[in-house]
């Protein structure tokens, strides 16, 4: 995956691509931060960088459109969609469910930590943490 993203960004600065030089650029130099801070940087690792910098541009977006500025909201939204190339497809809402059920059964101790842990470790970056937490809330109700 790193190399996925050192090679995109020769692409974006032989093609003189800016915006899309930036964001690549961006998410390479967090994780060099974190190899310095002796993180093992591996395809996990770099898949919670971009989810990481897509939760932050997140959280401006809906600064910038609570301040009315829709022209950085935008540039915002299109850097998320640059990210979202270098995440896996996200799962369909009734595999999750199932994936969620087979981990909640899998796992001896049902408190919400240890099934949310599980779940996040069997769907390996497949679904987005928000979506995962409701997943779980859903399936450790419906037990009870």
């Known amino acids: 995956m790193i190399n996925r993203l050192r090679e995109d960004l020769k692409i974006y600065m032989k093609s003189k691509?800016?915006?899309?030089?930036?964001?690549v650029r961006g998410v390479l130099n967090e994780i060099n931060i974190r190899d310095m801070k002796g993180v093992k940087i591996n395809d996990e690792e770099i898949l919670r960088v971009c989810r990481s910098e897509i939760k932050k541009r997140k959280e401006s977006i809906e600064s910038f459109e609570k301040g009315n500025r829709a022209d950085l909201a935008d540039k915002e939204k299109r850097e998320i969609c640059v990210i979202e190339r270098y995440l896996p497809a996200e799962i369909s809402?009734?595999?999750?469910?199932?994936?969620v059920k087979?981990?909640?059964q899998a796992s001896e101790d049902k408190s919400f930590g240890a099934v949310m842990k599980a779940s996040l470790a069997a769907l390996n970056?497949?679904?987005?943490g928000k979506r995962v937490?409701?997943?779980v809330k859903t399936v450790l109700t419906a037990k009870n």
């Open 102 to 104: 087979d981990a909640a």
């Open 125 to 128: 970056g497949a679904a987005d």
């Open 17 to 23: 691509d800016m915006e899309k030089l930036n964001v």
């Open 133 to 135: 937490s409701a997943a």
């Open 93 to 99: 809402e009734e595999e999750l469910i199932a994936k």
